[in-house]
């Protein structure tokens, strides 16, 4: 089963993608997460890629799509969570052929609908595991008080460069222009489900679960 989760920044894209890693055995494939690394590691297409990242603005389709291409012609496993991508009507189709092409269908969009306001002040308090990823916020779900990971026990917390207010309204400016177009065409496909993600983790958790079981 290959799914999107589509919202915007700070809609718990990465969180719902998480758990439905470890309770279903899907491949998160996350262009953030990706991208991420290649600027870390000090790729060419890291520097490239570096800056754009930075102001809150979207890298090119053709970057981001070839990276896709790798792992879905490379990974395999209980069925894809695509998380970030697609972000334009041109990664939409790209993604369409991508699995036609290797014989896979696309099963949901799931739409998490969230308030705008809430998605200020979620980004602005969040902050990850280093080593596992595990998310936390300052208000909800404070870093425990011993300074180590409740998942994993590491103790090397991070804050994300573009998590600061002005690269996060340059990402939802983004997300409104080029992205938010998506929800009418997964809609016009027939794919599209929504799912109130401001809730409680678990909630949404459960309104995931119900559309993939449906
Ligand atoms: P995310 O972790 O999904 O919030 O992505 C962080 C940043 O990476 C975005 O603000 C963009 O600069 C870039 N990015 C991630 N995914 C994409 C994508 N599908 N298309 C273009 N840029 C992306």
Redesign the pocket.
């Known amino acids: 089963m290959n799914i999107i989760l589509l919202g915007p ?1 700070g809609a718990g ?2 969180t719902q993608a998480r758990h439905l890693v470890e309770m279903r055995n899907m491949v998160q494939l ?4 990706m ?2 690394e290649s600027k870390d590691s000090g790729t060419e297409m890291g520097k490239i ?1 570096a800056d ?2 930075a ?7 053709e ?2 799509i070839g990276l896709i291409r790798e792992k879905i012609e490379a990974e395999n496993g209980g069925g894809f969570i695509f ?6 009507l041109a ?1 939409a189709d790209a993604l369409g052929d991508l699995l036609d092409a290797t014989g896979q269908t696309l099963d949901a969009v799931i739409e998490m609908e969230v308030d705008d306001d809430a998605l200020v002040a979620r980004i602005t308090a969040r902050s990850t595991c280093g080593n596992c990823g595990e998310v936390y916020n300052d208000q909800f779900k404070p870093q425990p008080a011993d300074g180590k990971c409740s998942v994993c026990g590491a103790s090397d917390f991070k804050r ?1 460069a ?1 998590d600061n207010e002005e ?1 996060l309204r340059n ?1 939802l400016m ?1 997300y409104y222009k080029k992205t938010s177009p998506l929800i009418g065409y997964y809609y016009a496909k027939g794919d599209l489900t929504k799912v109130n993600g401001l809730g409680e983790i678990t909630g949404v958790q459960t309104a995931i679960a119900g559309v993939l079981d449906h």
């Not at 996350?30 to 997460?33: K, L, V």
């Not at 102001?55 to 389709?61: A, E, I, N, Y």
Request: no cysteine.
């Open positions: 920044p894209k990465g996350s262009t953030g997460d991208l991420r890629v754009v990242m102001r809150g603005d979207l890298v090119t389709d970057i981001v998380d970030g991508f697609p972000r334009t990664q994300r573009d690269s990402r983004e």
